[in-house]
């Protein structure tokens, strides 16, 4: 079965500093991974997304993830933090067909300094 | 705007009652997910339904159940309610071309007291 690892659960970065949150799957195939945004008090919204193809993949608001079989991970990047980042974010991964659900990492906060 | 509402935003009900959670999915998405997120969960999906049939289950309690109607809105009903079962409750939408994105409403939050 598919598991998806957040390690951590809160991170801290000074506004302008580089945000990085890792995200580790364990998966028998290449999954179809995720990375989903939830702001205080509403629903999910994607930042981005890996299928097949470039492993280097761009999503809104300025974020960027990797995709790297050999370590199984799908860290997600922005250079310069902003205070509208705060959020909590949520790596996922599903497949095709049957099995399309996500399955979620148990999500990072994510705190901006001013 | 994801496309995809939810009714009601909150819920407030006793243990042992029933309320029942309403979806509408994005225009042209066939399949509808439910998910579960709590504290001591985290986000746990409950069930899928594609064009009206149930396609998937997950973690879902005996005392929950769903379904997916003709106009493709789809209601999951919770039952016997529990403290437990307070939580936000997800839909989320997809027309399960591709890569499978899908789309999430604002949430449920139902409160057992």
């Known amino acids: 079965a598919q598991s998806v690892t957040q390690l951590g659960s809160h991170v801290s970065v000074s506004e302008g500093a580089l945000v990085l949150l890792r995200c580790n799957y364990s998966?028998?195939?290449?999954?179809?991974l995720f990375w989903y945004v939830q702001y205080p008090n509403q629903g999910l919204q994607l930042l981005l997304k890996?299928?097949?193809?470039?492993?280097l993949v761009k999503g809104i608001n300025g974020f960027e993830a990797e995709f790297k079989k050999s370590e199984t991970s799908f860290h997600l990047t922005k250079p310069s933090a902003h205070m509208s980042d705060a959020a909590e974010y949520f790596c996922?991964?599903?497949?095709?067909?049957?099995?399309?659900?996500?399955?979620f990492g148990k999500g990072i906060t994510l705190s901006v300094r001013p | 705007d994801s496309g995809v509402t939810q009714t009601p935003k909150h819920l407030i009900t006793a243990t042992g009652q029933r309320v029942t959670l309403r979806c509408s999915p994005r225009?042209?998405?066939?399949?509808v997910y439910w998910y579960q997120q709590s504290l001591d969960q985290g986000l746990q999906f409950l069930i899928q339904?594609?064009?009206?049939?149930?396609?998937a289950k997950g973690n879902i309690l005996e005392r929950f159940s769903a379904q997916q109607f003709p106009d493709l809105h789809s209601e999951l009903n919770l039952s016997s309610l529990e403290l437990g079962d307070s939580a936000l409750y997800f839909c989320?939408?997809?027309?399960?071309?591709?890569?499978?994105?899908?789309?999430f409403g604002p949430g449920t939050r139902l409160t057992v007291l």
């Open positions: 989320a939408s997809s027309d399960l071309a591709g890569a499978n994105e899908q789309f």
């Open positions: 998966s028998s195939v290449p999954p179809y």
């Open positions: 890996y299928t097949t193809g470039a492993t």
């Open positions: 996922a991964v599903s497949y095709t067909g049957a099995n399309s659900k996500l399955t």
């Open positions: 225009s042209g998405d066939l399949s």
């Open positions: 339904y594609y064009n009206g049939e149930e396609r």
